[in-house]
């Protein structure tokens, strides 16, 4: 399929080559065989919803379950055999934990991988598995890696930054490489930013290959570091995010340049676009993705008109999500559409007032799941109670008519926050 072309020049900072098409073509070679070729789907029910022609870069079926080991690999085999025997160590959040780990172990390089202590479990236990030592050190990417520095001096080892290198970035760039070979021509090619590895490997290779195509990172409104770094906001960076795989809270010095350079614009995106487009995801397109695979999503779902009728490629660069969130997100998901609802009714303390709450439920087919009566704490009056109660229903409309029901008998009825 014939491409536009542009020049393979190359970004770096205060002119500095760093890196070109011709590294990232380079990068492709060294991984073919060693690290999949990760299918290009047509997101057929997202575009329907989304008003968007949506393809999605599934590297949440690495074998690590996300991206970072094209660029982790591409790394690692740069070692001389004097920096192979002496070892890496690497600060991440799990994904280029669970690269570095994995390939070394693979080409029999110690690895000592620094983790934040908030690091999912999942994400834990995977790099452990590998053979790599974990220390956990922080609450944040940036406190782990200051650890790592640390331990990285007293050790002699080889540090393997995640994004702020230009061989990283080369081995992340192929994802943009093989989206254009396999996939049709996009308008738009969306990738989330932590420290910028990914999407600065992409923009080089996209701009190089198909340069009418429109480079858009993703943030999450919570840590806006790149978008900081780069028109000088002062936004506040940090929090509880979901996307805890781009929370990072200083953009790298090399990326930054070529974000700049390259990249047309950042948006950022909420914690509850997050939520959404990871539920989306799974329901949906049967995908499973961590928070930060889910930011492109979330991006077309927080300003639709932007891509409606556009061809748009994003990916889906993680999947390690720990299962007790994700189940949350669910749960909170069905909550906010209707279809779990927690309803408090009032009522006389009196016998048979429940049974005819249920009763009148189940008339329109509602669902009883879980029931909850509160007497001593309450301040209503004496002779009166009230109880929660958890129903299934088949959608908004379907809640409505039910909540029209017992109002229409009697009951005061409101839902309970979610």
Known sequence: MARDSAPQTKVGPDGVNALGIEDIEAAAAQLEGRVMRTPLVKAEKL????GADLWLKLESLQYTGAFKERGALVKLLKLSDDEKKR???????GNHAQGVARHAKALGVPATIVMP???PDIKIRQTRAFGAEVILAGHAFDEARECADQICAERNLVFVHPFDDPDIMAGQGTIALEMIEDGPHFDVLLAPIGGGGLISGMAVAAK???PGTEIIGVQTELFPS????LDGGGRKVGGNTL?????VKEAGQLTRRIVEALVDEIVLVGERALERSLSLLMNEQKALVEGAGAAGLAAVLSDPARFAGRTVGMVLCGGNIDTRLLSMILMRDLARSGRLARLRVQLLDAPGQLVRVATIIAEQDGNVIDVGHHRTYSDLPAKMTCMDVTIDTQGQDHLDRIIGDLRRAGYEVE????
């Not at 575009?47 to 989304?50: F, G, I, N, P």
């Not at 839902?415 to 979610?418: C, H, L, V």
């Open 87 to 93: 070892g890496v160590i690497a600060a991440s959040a």
């Open 117 to 119: 202590a908030t690091t």
């Open 47 to 50: 575009s329907a919803l989304t």
């Open 226 to 229: 790149m978008k900081n770094a």
């Open 243 to 247: 996307a805890e795989g781009i929370a």
């Open 415 to 418: 839902i309970a926050a979610y």
């Open 208 to 210: 190089a290959k198909s």
